[in-house]
């Protein structure tokens, strides 16, 4: 076992848990599912069959990542933030045939208490502020706040605001790093820092 589970997680047959994650206490992860490699879960997480967690995602306590969900590399999803898998959920009907899709793209982060409705992508990039509820998609380098949430500005990739000038060009104060907005999307100007 290349991955450390607490005593009190429980985990079911058929997963592919990657080497060096960290599976804390009372978690469950449940059967056909992928963690990658450096992960760590947090105390009281749920994820799903079939579930998909890429590299270095940190999970915090409390989240429940249902069956349709699928984390790329490097995803932060905040404490007690929650997805959804069904748009109109019915106790008396059974809709396991109708889950959707939500994918959380590289580098995102999702703030504590945040709701994504199903079905809803999350860009590159993006940060979800806490209790933000998504009904709709989330560009890459998005910040988005509020209920129902609301485009408010832009993140650089180490998460701190971008301010464009009136050539539409954004420095990260923090890593120097130059961002463009072009046509109402940002993108990442240069590969190596100025």
């Known amino acids: 076992m290349d991955y450390f589970a607490h005593e009190t997680a429980v985990i079911d047959d058929n997963c592919n848990i990657g080497k060096d994650t960290k599976i804390w206490h009372f978690s469950h992860i449940m059967s056909n599912c992928t963690i990658g490699e450096h992960c760590n ?47 109109n959920p019915r106790s008396a009907v059974v809709r396991k045939n109708e889950y959707q899709k939500t994918l959380v793209k590289k580098g995102a982060s999702i703030g504590a208490n945040a709701t994504i409705v199903c079905g ?20 890459p380098y998005a910040l ?8 408010i500005g832009w993140v650089s990739e180490y998460g701190h605001r971008l301010e464009f000038d009136a050539n539409g060009i ?25």
């Open 170 to 194: 954004g420095v990260c104060k923090e890593s120097n790093e130059k961002y463009e907005l072009l046509d109402g999307n940002v993108i990442k100007k240069d590969l190596t820092k100025c």
């Open 41 to 87: 879960l947090g105390q009281n997480v749920v994820v799903s069959p079939n579930v998909v967690l890429g590299n270095n995602v940190k999970v915090q306590n409390n989240v429940s990542i249902y069956t349709g969900v699928i984390c790329e590399d490097d995803v932060f999803l905040g404490p007690s933030m929650v997805f959804t898998n069904v748009i």
């Open 144 to 151: 988005v706040v509020g209920n129902p949430a609301k485009q």
């Open 120 to 139: 809803n992508d999350i860009g590159e990039f993006a940060f979800i502020g806490a209790g933000a509820v998504i009904t709709k998609a989330v560009k």
